[in-house]
Structures are given as structure tokens and as C-alpha cells.
């Protein structure tokens, strides 16, 4: 038995809270289906079809804007910090907006080193960013109890603990973690386990980032913001 599952950390240490929090999305779905088609309604043609062939949303998901729920729609084979394979989804936000690029930007690089033929070059993508309120019941592996098990929440390589953890909270209704980036320095996440704990925050502010990945950099600009790490370092 886990020790916070003996000592039962997850009651004892559970708060109603709220936090606004950012989250950066590719935003190239709409580039690629109307390289397929010659008008916009055909386009709507196309994107009706495949929203239809589309897993469809947890009742709690019903009714959230498309960024809020879409990570609720889908059992993904492939985990993350706080989800197993083929568990159910989880919506991952940061308190800011460097940190919430670049734990996306390490992923994408990550594919990018995967693929032989994209990294003999470079990959350019667009993201959005965006943010929600989360409200509800929370823990904070910052906080005691959680803090003395750090190096457990923060492994770069294995996502055991977390998992692990995420399960025992989904029994306990609790409705997101917040915890520390184990690839921005200091940088604070959270892991949304309910969408109906989430509200956009003014949804018309959207912002567009560009992201630049080589295989020894990652880089993001929006008009003259910008910052840039090295992947092989996180």
C-alpha cells in the first residue's frame, strides 16, 4: 500500500481552491483539413464528418468549449505524469505561459527526435494559448505532507507515483493536483482529472505562439515576447 494511501495524506490534506491557469495547444487542425478541400463549406463538410467519427464526451465533458474537453474525449494508449494508458483523460494547465510552452514544446520535441526524417531538419509549429479557471477540490504535492515525497512527483522518467496517485484521487473526488514542472525550473502545473471543474477565462483571448524545435533547441515567439531552452537539458 502507498504510504499516503496508508496515512490517508489525500483527505487529510484536500482544500476547495481555485487557480487560473494557462494551456498551449497545436493549433494546426484547421491548416490541415483545408489543404484537403477547394471551399469552406467543404470544409465544415469535413470537419462535420470527423467530429462524428470522434470518441464521444464524458457526460461531465457535455457542453465545455472544444479546449476544455477534448482531452476528456479520448483514452489515450500513450501516458502522461498523472494518467496510465487507456485511462481516462486529463486536462494539463501551467500558471504561466512559459511554463506551460515548454512543457509542451519538450514533448513535441521529442516527437521530432523520434522521427528520422524530421530531425535531419526543423519542425515550425503554431500553438494556442489560452486561459481557464479550475475550481475544486485539490492537493498540492508542494504542501506537507507531499513535498517530502518531491523526487517521486518530479521524476523526468518515470510516471509510476503520479499514476498512481491520480487513481487514489479519482476515488477520493479529488478534482485536480497541483505540483511542480519537472522540466521548467520552478515553474507550477496542474492536472485537471474532472472537466467540470473548469471554466475558459475571457475565451476571445487566444493567443498564437510560433514554436521553432532543431535538435538542440526550442524556441517560441509571439510578436516580441519570446524565450528559447535546450530540450537535451530538461
Known amino acids: 500500500m502507498q504510504r499516503w494511501q496508508k496515512e490517508d495524506w489525500i483527505n487529510n ?3 476547495t481552491s481555485e487557480q487560473l491557469l494557462w494551456r498551449a495547444v497545436e493549433a494546426q487542425h484547421l491548416n490541415a483539413t483545408m489543404r484537403l478541400v477547394d471551399t469552406l463549406d467543404e470544409q465544415f463538410l469535413l470537419e462535420q464528418m470527423l467530429e462524428a467519427n470522434k470518441p464521444p464526451l464524458p457526460p461531465a465533458a457535455l457542453g465545455q468549449h472544444y479546449l476544455l474537453s477534448t482531452p476528456y474525449r479520448y483514452a489515450s494508449p500513450y501516458p502522461s505524469r498523472f494518467r496510465a494508458a487507456h485511462e481516462p483523460g486529463v486536462w494539463y494547465g501551467a500558471l504561466d505561459r512559459q511554463t506551460a510552452c515548454t512543457e509542451v514544446g519538450y514533448w513535441r520535441w521529442r516527437f521530432f527526435m523520434d522521427s528520422a526524417s ?3 531538419g526543423e519542425l515550425q509549429t503554431e500553438h494556442s494559448l489560452f486561459q481557464a479557471k479550475v475550481t475544486g ?8 505532507p ?3 515525497l ?3 512527483w518530479q521524476d523526468r522518467n518515470s510516471y509510476t507515483h503520479c499514476q498512481a496517485l491520480a ?3 479519482r476515488q477520493k473526488h479529488i478534482d485536480w493536483i497541483a505540483y511542480t514542472s519537472s522540466r521548467q525550473p520552478q515553474g507550477q502545473c496542474a492536472a485537471v482529472l474532472v472537466p467540470n471543474a473548469l471554466k475558459m477565462h475571457k ?3 487566444i493567443e498564437t505562439w510560433h514554436c521553432r524545435i532543431t535538435r538542440s533547441s526550442v524556441i517560441f515567439r509571439h510578436f516580441k515576447e519570446g524565450f528559447s531552452f535546450d530540450p537535451t537539458q530538461r
Do not use: F, G, V
Open 13 to 15: 490534506s484536500a482544500n
Open 150 to 152: 518531491a523526487h517521486q
Open 137 to 144: 477540490r485539490c492537493i498540492d504535492l508542494n504542501s506537507k
Open 118 to 120: 524530421l530531425s535531419k
Open 167 to 169: 487513481t487514489d484521487c
Open 146 to 148: 507531499w513535498h517530502s
Open 203 to 205: 475565451p476571445q483571448m
